[in-house]
């Protein structure tokens, strides 16, 4: 995939004109991939939320990495429970078939923490990835997420219960970014 004007990949809103490249990327097992296909589900949920919030609330949200103008799929987190008054954020994040392989979402992945961190104040965001998924596992590497364990029987997929990886990133890791790339 060639660069943009600048060949730098930018977060923004979803836009009104986005909603049918995000019902790809969550409902057409083609566009989806082998590791983000769960199943046909409600068309219109996009649709509805993106006329509720815009995708963006205090909880979640969804923004759509770019590398031009051209849309390279989305990323989402949303908050997660880790002690009686505290959260951190979960992302997740799905790229078109011809973005992939590419760094493009290494750079979204790393963006996106940047911009929770700078506008949040919560200290962790973690990702998984279903075990397998090297390409994955290693863009969340490159990312600056640390891995930290295995997490069994995590998500049900193509009829079968799979485990994830876990990786995380905390605000002390940009602290100490040494200029390699890592979040």
Not at 44 to 63: A, F, Q, S, V
Not at 86 to 101: Q, S
Not at 150 to 171: C, E, K, N, P, T
């Amino acid at each position: 995939m060639d660069g943009g004007a600048d060949g730098a990949v930018t977060l923004r809103p979803v836009r009104e004109s986005d909603l049918d490249l995000l019902e790809a990327l969550t409902n057409d097992p083609d566009t989806a991939g082998e590791y983000q296909w769960f199943g046909w589900h409600d068309p219109g949920y996009l649709r509805r939320r993106w006329h509720d919030n815009g995708m963006l609330t205090t909880d979640g949200g969804m923004l759509v990495p770019t590398l031009g103008e051209r849309p390279l799929g989305m990323v989402s987190w949303h908050r997660t429970r880790t002690g009686p008054h505290t959260y951190c954020w979960n992302i997740g994040m799905v790229l078109l078939p011809e973005a992939r392989g590419h760094g493009l979402g290494t750079e979204a992945q790393r963006q996106l923490v940047r911009y929770l961190f700078a506008h949040t104040q919560f200290n962790r965001v973690e990702a998984s990835t279903e075990a397998g998924n090297r390409a994955e596992e290693r863009s969340l590497q490159k990312a600056g997420f640390t891995r930290e364990g295995i997490l069994r029987g995590f998500d049900f997929r193509d009829g079968q219960w799979r485990d994830h990886v876990l990786y995380a990133v905390v605000r002390s890791d940009l602290a100490s970014d040494d200029g390699t790339g890592r979040a």
